[in-house]
Nanobody, 121 residues
Framework: QVQLVESGGGLVQAGGSLRLSCAAS????????MGWFRQAPGKQRELVAS???????NYADSVKGRFTVSRDNAKNTVYLQMNNLKPEDTAVYYC???????????????WGQGTQVTVSS
């Protein structure tokens, strides 16, 4: 069965950095496009970064130039390096698989527990 375990969140001041990790199991990780999502209180979950199995990446405009997604297929792990964090980045961050075109599936059967990122001003 699919298991996604996110870690690395925490409390940082604006301008600080964090590196998130997501360890995946139960999937053929190396062929999947993977994405990082976030959900702030009272808001819908949004996709912020994606990475193909060969390392091509895309970012939401709100994080472009500040966040970097990477993956280690040997470790079944995807990472999100977040620099110059802003209070509006405060959210629970999740990873999950994406469609081959890099867009979210219309429905997901499984989400991990996520990792909380809180950025103070």
């Amino acid at each position: 069965q699919v298991q996604l375990v996110e870690s690395g969140g925490g409390l940082v001041q604006a301008g600080g950095s964090l590196r998130l990790s997501c360890a995946a199991s139960g999937i053929t990780f190396s062929v999947n496009v993977m994405g990082w999502f976030r959900q702030a209180p009272g808001k819908q979950r949004e996709l912020v970064a994606s990475i193909t199995y060969i390392g091509s990446s895309n970012y939401a405009d709100s994080v472009k130039g500040r966040f970097t997604v990477s993956r280690d297929n040997a470790k079944n792990t995807v990472y999100l390096q977040m620099n110059n964090l802003k209070p509006e980045d405060t959210a629970v961050y999740y990873c999950n698989r994406l469609r081959p075109d890099g867009r979210p599936w219309s429905r997901y059967d499984y989400w991990g527990q996520g990792t909380q990122v809180t950025v103070s001003s």
